[in-house]
């Protein structure tokens, strides 16, 4: 009966640090998203910033050129 009980003292506690490790790797895994998902929002922003400017860029060079009017 003992050993059945240090059996299942060994079981609880290998359960309770394998949650403990669950839980830090579903923080780890929300955290990498959340950084990934702004990077891309970054990314987004950024080319819909240097789209517009390339284009207001390259209208006035072409106006000073007077290939357009």
Not at 34 to 59: C, D
Request: glycine content about 4%; cysteine-free.
């Amino acid at each position: 009966m003992r050993k059945l009980e240090g059996i299942v003292k060994e079981i609880v506690v290998e359960m309770g640090y394998l949650e403990t490790r669950e839980a830090r790797f579903t923080s780890t895994n929300l955290s990498t998203n959340e950084r990934v998902q702004n990077f891309a929002w970054f990314s987004f922003f950024a080319l819909i910033g240097l789209s517009a400017w390339q284009i207001f860029h390259l209208r006035v060079f072409f106006k000073r050129k007077y290939l357009i009017d």
